[in-house]
């Protein structure tokens, strides 16, 4: 479906629904936040019929960018008519089960890479947010765009630009956040919230993982534990991305009895979403993931029947990957 029939089909039904619910997907990152209170603030500020929750059902968020949210719900209620799955293709990927979904109408907006069995909607593979995609919809559809939206999706293009460093910052991405400054977005407290506010402590334990970092021929690889702060996370894979002589940061945490692996690269020649799909996952060319159905115990990634440190898990990783 092209854009502009996707938007006004949307429009469309819009009017004749009562009740929509917003999700994203699990271990929302400030762009799946940032989507999802811009699109409760875009729906809510201009279909004043209708009513609109942010489902949210894990506990565990990343204050550096979950101080944008306004209220949350744990889960669907009775009367929701419509969800629009947000910078997710597919309800996998979301934290709830997917019985919950059963007879209701799911739109996806996203900009991650279709699958076979994506939930139908728009996705725009090329644009460096939702909260872009999103932007760019909420203009050419002339909707009021409330400072709390404004400063929401800029806080989502911040992010998944790594405040306007990442490859796929591009022209798109500065004309949506100049829009949405002249819109009155906060952008001195995004960048204060998103960039700074770090403690002592997290510093510490941030110090404490940089020195696990293993390097090996081009390959960055680093295990966490589950209990390791959200932001400590993000933080990590950024560092570990811009490293001299990396071309692919790899991070592994394990998350309630499998292992999320996430890759970033730098690199122009290198296509990260290639290298998830040979692990069954997949994302954007410069950042990638996927789920693997082992566990890590004691620095060591048990998996398929063999046993991986850093250094023999990036070996692993070369061998998919001609670098
Ligand atoms: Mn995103």
């Known amino acids: 479906m092209n854009i502009s029939d996707f938007w006004h089909e949307l429009t469309h039904?819009?009017?004749?629904?009562?009740?929509?619910?917003?999700?994203?997907?699990?271990n929302p990152d400030g762009d799946a936040m940032g989507a999802l209170e811009g699109m409760r603030c875009l729906l809510s500020d201009n279909f004043p019929h209708l009513v609109v929750d942010v489902v949210m059902p894990q506990e565990d968020f990343d204050a550096h960018v979950f101080w944008v949210m306004g209220k949350t719900e744990e889960n669907f209620s009775d009367t929701t008519d419509c969800i629009i799955l947000l910078d997710a293709p597919r309800l996998t990927r979301t934290?709830?089960?997917?019985?919950?979904?059963?007879?209701?109408?799911v739109l996806c907006?996203?900009?991650?890479?279709?699958?076979?069995?994506?939930?139908?909607?728009?996705v725009d593979s090329h644009a460096s947010?939702?909260?872009?995609?999103?932007?760019?919809?909420a203009l050419t559809l002339g909707w009021k765009i409330s400072v709390q939206a404004a400063t929401a999706l800029l806080m989502g293009i911040y992010t998944d630009?790594?405040?306007?460093?990442?490859?796929?910052?591009?022209?798109?991405?500065?004309?949506?956040?100049?829009?949405?400054?002249?819109l009155g977005a906060d952008q001195v407290r995004i960048s204060t919230e998103v960039f700074g506010n770090y403690t002592l402590p997290y510093l510490h334990?941030?110090?404490?993982?940089?020195?696990?970092?293993?390097?090996?021929?081009?390959?960055?690889?680093?295990?966490?534990?589950?209990?390791?702060?959200?932001?400590?996370?993000?933080?990590?894979?950024?560092?570990l991305s811009g490293l001299a002589g990396v071309d692919i940061a790899c991070v592994m945490v394990d998350i309630e009895w499998v292992i999320?692996?996430?890759?970033r690269t730098r690199k122009d020649t290198i296509d990260v979403n290639e290298l998830a799909k040979k692990l069954?996952?997949?994302?954007?060319?410069k950042a990638s993931g996927c789920i693997l159905d082992g566990r890590l115990h004691e620095g060591i990634f048990h998996w398929q029947w063999q046993e991986y440190s850093p250094t023999t898990f990036a070996q692993f990783i070369k061998t998919l990957w001609p670098l």
């Not at 934290?95 to 109408?105: C, G, H, R």
């Not at 947010?129 to 919809?137: K, S």
């Not at 293993?214 to 960055?220: K, N, P, R, S």
Request: proline share 2%; with cysteine; glycine share 8%.
């Open 13 to 26: 039904q819009l009017k004749s629904l009562r009740h929509i619910s917003l999700i994203a997907h699990k």
């Open 95 to 105: 934290a709830l089960p997917l019985e919950v979904f059963a007879d209701k109408k």
């Open 109 to 122: 907006i996203d900009h991650h890479e279709s699958f076979e069995d994506s939930i139908p909607g728009y």
């Open 129 to 137: 947010a939702t909260c872009l995609i999103l932007t760019e919809m």
């Open 161 to 182: 630009t790594g405040g306007f460093i990442h490859r796929s910052t591009d022209t798109r991405s500065f004309v949506a956040a100049a829009e949405l400054m002249r």
């Open 205 to 239: 334990d941030l110090g404490r993982w940089l020195l696990s970092i293993v390097i090996v021929d081009g390959i960055a690889c680093l295990f966490l534990w589950a209990n390791t702060n959200a932001a400590l996370k993000n933080h990590i894979i950024g560092f």
């Open 260 to 263: 999320k692996c996430s890759f």
């Open 280 to 285: 069954w996952g997949g994302g954007h060319k």
